[in-house]
């Protein structure tokens, strides 16, 4: 028979509540009576029934995480990061895709919030990023984390997990210009994201810090896919004055420039370095490999939930984390020839 919640305490010596105290985490258990109870379920293999609990108890024991990303990588980082901070402290996990473009979006959230009786969501770009959103959530008293790009809290973020992605399109802008590349193209995501702004942001920065001129005839506005990184190549390598090095806003628009430059029979990377941002799968599946932007997807989304689930249960007083990108250099760039 499936060993049961009484089992454990009398096994533990407990009570029913204690038992519940302490598979939920909760603070004020002392550690001889986490130690006890732990042991009991260790010696009798009991599995929580999750579900069974959350609908059991006035207090929600599932996190919600909500996105619309066309990069299969990033959702899938986060959905690891989520659900391993979530299987620590005794949460699941409910995975919602929407449209962030749609008139009916904060409808939908808030009622899917009502339904699935949230303990709180995960937000990431561009929701996480749109007012409208955020304003509704907040009227219903919707527990929230967002994940955003940006440099530093400005006033009063709420609960927030800053990507310094500035910063990092500086770094890799800096390392081509190091390089001696003085002629560089940018290819854009999407302008709905505030990561592809910072990005662009960093990027004029680098070329402003070493005094050079940016041409804005080299800036162009794409998606964040493969196909939009062939397209905005494409018309790059066509020009009659080209640039010798192309900052992609992340690898799969790095891997669509390369795919292109290829086609084009340059050689890459003497005759067009390329560089991307994320570290994704993409940026050491294509060759040569990809020079980009390390950034931590798996632990952001960790720290984002984590930060959520104890702010909910009062366990911190934290807001927010900011996480800086970082460049990794690889085989895609090279001094211009």
């Not at 920065?205 to 005839?217: E, P, S, Y």
């Not at 390598?237 to 806003?249: F, L």
């Not at 084009?264 to 570290?279: H, K, N, R, Y």
Request: charged share 20%; with cysteine.
């Amino acid at each position: 028979m499936k060993v049961t919640i009484n089992d454990v305490a009398k096994y533990a010596g407990v009570s029913i509540k204690t038992v519940s105290r302490v598979t939920n985490k909760e603070p004020s258990v002392k550690q001889a009576t986490i130690d006890k109870v732990n042991q009991a379920i260790t010696a009798l293999n009991y599995q929580p029934n999750l579900a069974a609990r959350n609908l059991a108890s006035t207090s929600s024991y599932v996190i919600g995480f909500i996105y619309d990303n066309p990069n299969a990588y990033y959702v899938i980082d986060m959905q690891n990061g989520i659900l391993s901070a979530c299987k620590d402290r005794g949460f699941e996990l409910l995975i919602h895709p929407c449209n962030a473009k749609s008139e009916t979006i904060c409808d939908e959230l808030t009622t899917m919030v009502k339904h699935a009786r949230l303990a709180g969501l995960v937000l990431t770009p561009p929701m996480s990023e749109d007012p409208n959103i955020l304003a509704a959530l907040d009227q219903i008293g919707a527990n929230y984390v967002k994940i955003i790009a940006g440099e530093k809290i400005i006033n009063n973020n709420g609960l927030t997990v800053l990507v310094n992605d500035q910063r990092g399109a500086v770094e890799i802008t800096q390392h081509l210009i190091d390089l001696g590349h003085k002629h560089i193209a940018f290819l854009s995501g999407d302008l709905q994201h505030e990561s592809t702004k910072e990005r662009l942001l960093g990027f004029k920065k680098a070329l402003k810090n070493n005094f050079l001129t940016l041409n804005t005839d080299w800036v162009l506005e794409g998606e964040y896919s493969f196909e939009s990184g062939l397209a905005g190549a494409n018309k790059l390598i066509a020009m009659a004055k080209r640039p010798t090095a192309i900052v992609a806003c992340n690898d799969e628009i790095a891997a669509g420039a390369l795919f292109a430059a290829r086609l084009a029979g340059l050689d890459i990377p003497t005759e067009l370095s390329i560089v991307g941002f994320e570290d994704s799968p993409f940026s050491r599946q294509t060759w040569p490999k990809l020079t980009t932007v390390h950034q931590p997807n798996i632990e952001i989304a960790q720290i984002a939930t984590q930060l959520l689930i104890d702010k909910r249960k009062n366990q911190t007083t934290e807001t927010f984390r900011c996480f800086t990108p970082t460049p990794v250099i690889r085989n895609s760039t090279t001094s211009p020839t």
